[in-house]
């Protein structure tokens, strides 16, 4: 779950971190507010929520468990933890 939060966390500031990029490479102050001006923030904020949403549906669409299947959930076998698996 962690991970999964992770991955999102990093797609949504991935505009943001790709805007900053191109202000360092040109020379600008990127932590200058004039920098950040309303139309650069709305813009990267709609990528951003384009982007998080492309990839939520994608990560839905191919990490399903095949259909019928039944989620065995890890153990602990002879000291080892095994982990959890569709059958």
């Given at each position: ?12 500031l ?6 900053a ?8 102050p990127?932590?200058?507010a004039?920098?950040?001006t ?12 384009i ?5 939520l ?24 933890v095994m ?5």
């Amino acid at each position: 779950m962690l991970r999964t939060f992770l991955i999102q966390a990093a797609v949504f500031l991935a505009p943001f971190a790709a805007y900053a990029l191109y202000l360092a490479v040109r020379r600008r102050p990127v932590r200058s507010a004039e920098s950040w001006t309303a139309p650069v923030l709305i813009w990267c904020g709609g990528l951003a929520l384009i982007l998080t949403a492309a990839s939520l549906l994608y990560f839905t669409h191919f990490s399903r468990a095949p259909a019928g299947s039944t989620y065995v959930p890890p153990r602990v076998e002879n000291g080892r933890v095994m982990p959890g698996y569709f059958k």
